[in-house]
């Protein structure tokens, strides 16, 4: 295996440090899929992580809300260590916000059931407060009119945006996205990265793993170019795109942008 050369520059992240990784480690049997891996995400920043499938972006974002543990190394939310298991680790699932590929919504719920029942659970609302702030987000992420409708029988750009809804119903500090768009039919992923850039717009803290490259020009703050489970890029969105700096990213854009 060749070294890669990593190129950090000009981008410092803004604002305070939310989220900070340092030598994070993870294997997956025999493979090394964190290697080393150091991160910072500022407050109000939005981090585009991209790079070719396999290289780890997935898992990274994952080890951020401790869906998945690692192996070295410590990753911090807001000053604090992220904690093992129980209560702390439930309140961590709070803080960080996280949407998927598929949408996770309870079937046998409503919409605005999805959207209510981990403020009571976990922020301990009473309902009346849960349901009002609820309708509040169904809104903002415009569904409000489907609130009482089963997630079966939204589209699945709609059940999308009410994930989005749920996560943002706990207030969490940060929102992990790992490929919010790439289970939806082409029509739909215009609509969920719509809400995503008012959410940027609206300063929320974003780490965003994505293939959609307009998305990352318009609303990143930061690009970070996985490879090989590796950062081996982190450059703002106009110099990455423009003029990236290792062979690996010209070659992965070359492959994308051409499409």
Known sequence: MTEVSVTKDEVPPTGEPLVVLDGVNKHFGALHVLQDINLTIGQGEVVVVIGPSGSGKSTLCRAINRLETIDSGSIALDGKPLPQEGKELARLRADVGMVFQSFNLFAHKTVLENVTLGQIKVRKKDKKAADQYARKLLDRVGVG???????????????????????????????????????????????????????????????????????????????????????????????????????????????????
């Open 145 to 259: 009119n489907q609130a009482d409708k089963y997630p079966a029988q939204l589209s699945g750009g709609q059940q999308q945006r009410v994930a989005i809804a749920r996560a943002l119903a706990m207030d969490p500090k940060v929102m992990l996205f790992d490929e919010p768009t790439s289970a939806l039919d082409p029509e739909m992923i215009n609509e969920v990265l719509e809400v995503m850039q008012q959410l940027a717009r609206d300063g929320m803290t974003m780490v965003v793993v994505t293939h959609e490259m307009g998305f990352a020009r318009s609303a990143a703050n930061r690009v970070v170019f996985m490879s090989d489970g590796q950062i081996v890029e982190e450059q703002s969105p106009e110099q990455f795109f423009t003029n990236p700096r290792s062979d690996r990213a010209r070659d992965f854009l070359s492959k994308i942008l051409h499409h």
